[in-house]
């Protein structure tokens, strides 16, 4: 994890939830999707919570305020991959507006089996031609 926010952390936002104690409860973040430069407008993003905090809104905050950065950095899109099966994040991408566009069949190798992986895209912002690049995330 350490290596994925290093690698990462300079160019998308990386948010963390914490609870009263300073305990992180979740987190969220975006990548590239695609490394090629047609698709610079568009990320990966995941968000996470701790179980003890589930359902109680911390996904869904962090996940505004992720999308509000994107939009502000000039990405257009956003895509999602769950690994199936998993009706709670499948119900919460849809909550969140995502739309599925994807299965992909047994990629993903998780708890000592074969999963397949959906993938859901969001789209952030009108795409406007041309589009300026995406800004790299300011650090203040």
């Known amino acids: 994890m350490r290596l994925r926010i290093e690698n990462g ?6 948010l963390a939830a914490v609870d009263e104690s300073g305990t992180v409860i979740g987190y969220a973040y975006a990548c590239s999707w695609r490394e090629r430069q047609a698709y610079q407008w ?3 993003v995941s968000v996470y919570t701790h179980p003890g905090h589930q359902r109680r809104g911390v996904a869904k905050r962090l996940y505004a305020e992720l999308f509000q950065q994107l939009v ?3 990405y257009a899109v ?3 991959a769950i690994t199936l099966p998993n009706p709670a994040s499948t119900a919460f991408h849809q909550a969140m507006g995502f739309q599925q566009v994807g ?3 047994a990629c993903g190798f998780k708890l000592g089996r ?3 992986v959906e993938f859901w895209s969001l789209r952030l912002a009108e795409q ?3 589009p300026m690049p995406p ?3 300011s650090t203040s």
């Open 72 to 74: 502000a950095q000039g």
């Open 135 to 137: 800004q790299i995330k």
């Open 128 to 130: 406007r031609e041309p």
């Open 9 to 14: 952390a300079n160019k998308y936002p990386w």
């Open 78 to 80: 956003a895509f999602g």
């Open 103 to 105: 299965n992909f069949e």
């Open 114 to 116: 074969w999963h397949d």
């Open 42 to 44: 568009a990320v990966e």
